[in-house]
Each structure stands twice: as structure tokens, then as C-alpha cells.
């Protein structure tokens, strides 16, 4: 991935998003675009016009922390746009070398170690997924398996969230706010590549992707990124209906790169009751082999 065009096009997006009146100046008359102009962004974070475009044209390399700290400001970037504009810097001066991820395992090179698998069995109340920054499901726990039955069922989504969200028609289905996790999924990706600009395999899916989902071609223009970290989230499971459940998303420190989700029903809703019908549904089908076995001998 170009870093100089990467920078160009994440900084000319972020300074078409902020509004004259939001940055507490004067709009003026003759306003060809609706964004800052480059003198005003620069008059902002107190540097020359000139330097400032030479950075928006993507010559980060050199640039201080207290440069991108006034360029952040003045462009207003929220936690994870400034943590991308600082991967940005990064790998732009070649001083991402040493801090650069290894080489992240997909779904099929990667069976979790077994404590972290007893660890994800261990939580019963909810989905527990671990996933790597391009979206792989690596690891789950059976409710996972259950809650994300369209995502397994497929061998064409390799295990892979934003190949589900964009390429598998189940997706609109299971996910009554798909725009939300389309826009989401680009983001996090989108975050991804500029914290490893050298992931092979990302580049494959975002080329995969663009190629084949014009939704996703025209999210990933926007330039928009983001941390997956907590919230809530709406689902229709084709075995159990709607749920609304939140999620907490965690680092894993013994593997960087990979993290998990773990998603929970509040206490007595209809929501925690359709995630122990899942469970129940679950565990019956896992034990229908094994009856059927004992049966046969």
C-alpha cells in the first residue's frame, strides 16, 4: 500500500469533513468546497501554509510529534484517526520496523493454544470470538459457532467477517443495521492498514473485496477509520430471531495482533433468553452425533 498516497488521501478526507463554523472560523463568500481550505488548516495548527502542504501531499517522513499533534488538533481527529495519522508517520520514516506486527495468522494457520480455547469455553452466557485486525475469526466459543452459523456455513467467507458482511447474501439477513457494520468493517480495516501497511494478506482481502463489492469500493474511498472497542449491536438470528447485545472487545497480550470480542445480553431480556435457547439449541445438536453413535453400537 502507497504510504505517500495513503497520507495524501486520509488528510484531504479529513480536512473535507470540517466545516468553517466548526472550526470556529468565518466561512466567507466564494467557498468552492464545503471543507477547510489547506492556508486555513495550517493557520490552525500554526505552521506555514507551504509545510502544510507538503505534508498533506503524503511527506510525513521527519515530521515531529509535536507536528502531527498540531495537525491532528486542527483537522479535530477523534482517538483512532489520530492513531492511524501516528502509523501513518510510522511507516512513512521507516520506523515502524521493529514495532510491526508479525505476520497474522488467518483461520486456517492458527489453532489457539489451549488455554485460551478453555478460556473462550469457559464463557457460556455469550459469544466470545477471537480475530485478528483483518477480520479472521481464529478462535470461538460453541455459542460463537451457533450465533455466527451463516459465517461457518459458507467455505467462500473464510472465516472472515468483512468477506461475510460485503460477498455473503446472509449478511443483510443477519445484521437488520447493515450499513452500520458496512461502514465499521471498512473502518477497522481501513485502521488496520495503516498500522500494518506491509500485511500481505490484507491487501489480498481489500483488493478481493473491492473488486467484487461496489459498496465496499465506495466506504473504502472515505477514508474513515476506527477501534473496535465497545458498544451495542442489533442481530436477527435465523434460529433464535432478534437480539440486542453488547460487546466488549479486548487485546489479547500473549498474542499481538489478535483480540477478542465478547458479546452479553442484559440480565432478563428477551435477548438473554434467545441466547440460552441458542445455547440449548447448541448443545442438542452437538450431542445428536454422539446419540446417534451409541445408538449405531
Not at 492513531?83 to 508517520?89: D, I, N, R
Not at 480455547?117 to 481464529?138: E, H, K
Not at 506491509?198 to 474513515?224: M, N, Q, V
Not at 451495542?232 to 489479547?252: I, M, N, Q, S, W
Request: charged letters at 30%.
Amino acid at each position: 500500500m502507497d504510504n505517500r498516497e495513503e497520507v495524501r488521501e486520509f488528510l484531504t478526507s479529513r480536512r473535507a469533513k470540517i466545516t468553517p463554523e466548526r472550526a470556529g472560523l468565518p466561512a466567507g463568500p466564494r467557498r468552492r468546497v464545503p471543507g477547510l481550505r489547506r492556508s486555513e488548516v495550517a493557520a490552525l495548527a500554526d505552521m506555514s501554509v507551504e509545510y502544510y502542504a507538503k505534508l498533506e501531499r503524503g511527506s510525513l517522513a521527519g515530521a515531529s510529534p509535536a507536528v502531527l499533534e498540531a495537525v491532528a488538533r486542527a483537522l479535530q481527529l477523534d482517538d483512532a484517526e489520530r492513531a492511524h495519522l501516528l502509523h501513518l508517520a510510522r511507516a512513512a520514516d521507516g520506523s515502524d520496523a521493529l514495532t510491526r506486527p508479525r505476520r497474522r495468522p488467518t483461520a486456517r494457520q492458527w489453532t489457539p493454544h489451549r488455554s485460551l480455547q478453555w478460556t473462550l469455553d469457559a464463557i457460556t452466557a455469550g459469544p466470545a470470538v477471537v480475530s485478528n485486525g483483518r477480520m479472521d475469526v481464529v478462535a470461538v466459543n460453541p455459542l460463537a459457532r451457533a450465533f455466527y452459523a451463516d459465517l461457518f456455513a459458507d467455505a467462500d467467507n473464510q472465516r472472515n467477517l468483512a468477506r461475510f458482511n460485503f460477498l455473503d447474501p446472509a449478511a443483510r439477513r443477519f445484521y437488520p443495521d447493515w450499513e452500520l457494520f458496512a461502514d465499521t468493517a471498512v473502518a477497522i480495516l481501513r485502521r488496520e492498514a495503516g498500522r500494518d501497511p506491509h500485511d500481505k494478506d490484507l491487501h489480498d482481502l481489500i483488493g478481493e473485496l473491492s473488486t467484487r463489492s461496489e459498496e465496499f469500493r465506495t466506504r473504502w474511498g472515505a477514508h474513515d477509520v476506527r477501534r473496535h472497542g465497545t458498544g451495542t449491536k442489533r442481530f436477527r438470528h435465523p434460529a433464535v430471531g432478534d437480539l440486542t447485545l453488547a460487546y466488549e472487545a479486548l487485546d489479547l497480550a500473549a498474542e499481538p495482533g489478535l483480540g477478542m470480542t465478547v458479546y452479553t445480553a442484559e440480565p432478563g431480556s428477551p435477548s438473554e433468553q434467545a441466547l440460552r435457547l441458542l445455547a440449548s439449541l447448541a448443545a442438542t445438536e452437538a450431542a445428536a452425533p454422539t446419540a446417534h453413535h451409541g445408538e449405531a453400537s
